[in-house]
């Protein structure tokens, strides 16, 4: 079991709007650290598509975007495209672990 | 934008030490602003946070690895390593070394591509 919680997939046709949820708790995303996101495209590493809760590393398209709320984030992509067909992943710190703890993955199919 | 890369055996018998290394290039491990972080993936249990270290030598490892585990910098090859001792078939996993910073709390800015270990005799 992660120690964020993500849907396992989520899905959307072309052009439209899907948003991945990540629920954590008072000692990561409640405890007012940021919720970072990344993209595994398959065969491929991670690559970093939001920080700091809201904000696009250069070259991520402003498609994605991202929001926290209490214990929970949204990773939000707008105007689906084939391309983004991919596993996505939330992370934030944690003070039980004094390190990085992670959501379990949500795959994005575009229909 | 920093790129880092894995080396290291892809098979290790039970019980011997995992040995990896990460090279880092366009960029100066010495940098004070990143964290050099170790991560780990499988279809089980996801991506797990392994550890970092700071180019000072500092370390912070996670704890249900904490006893196996060290990490070091080596600053004149510009690379840090990994030794993850007495490995069971549960170390078996895709091994990732990553760039970590702390500006807006602690985040995975570059990635390595990845390296796929697998314990088995």
């Known amino acids: 079991q992660s120690v964020l919680t993500q849907p396992p997939s989520v899905s959307g046709a072309p052009g439209q709007r899907v948003t991945i949820s990540c629920t954590g708790s008072?000692?990561?995303?409640?405890?007012?650290?940021?919720a970072h996101w990344y993209q595994q495209l398959p065969g491929t590493a991670p690559k970093l598509l939001i920080y700091?809760?809201?904000n696009r590393p250069s070259g991520v398209p402003d498609r994605f975007s991202g929001s926290k709320s209490g214990t929970s984030a949204s990773l939000a992509i707008t105007g689906l495209q084939a391309e983004d067909e991919a596993d996505y992943f939330c992370?934030?710190?944690?003070?039980?672990?004094?390190?990085?703890?992670f959501g379990g993955g949500t795959k994005l199919t575009v229909l | 934008q920093v790129q880092l890369q894995e080396s290291g055996p892809g098979l290790v018998k039970p019980s011997q030490t995992l040995s990896l290394t990460c090279a880092v290039s366009?960029?100066?491990?010495?940098?004070?602003?990143?964290?050099w972080t170790w991560i780990r993936q499988t279809p089980g249990k996801g991506l797990e946070w392994i550890g970092y270290?700071?180019?000072?030598?500092?370390?912070y490892y996670n704890p249900s690895l904490k006893s196996r585990l060290s990490l070091q910098v080596d600053a004149s090859k510009n690379q840090f390593s990994l030794k993850l001792r007495s490995v069971t078939a549960e170390d078996t996993a895709v091994y990732y070394c990553?760039?970590?910073?702390?500006?807006?709390?602690?985040?995975?800015?570059?990635w390595g591509s990845g390296l796929t270990v697998t314990v088995s005799s």
């Open positions: 366009g960029g100066s491990i010495n940098s004070g602003d990143s964290y």
């Open positions: 990553a760039r970590g910073r702390s500006d807006y709390s602690y985040y995975m800015v570059d």
């Open positions: 700091g809760s809201n």
């Open positions: 992370q934030a710190y944690d003070t039980t672990l004094s390190g990085a703890v």
């Open positions: 270290i700071y180019y000072s030598g500092s370390t």
């Open positions: 008072r000692s990561n995303i409640g405890a007012g650290y940021d």
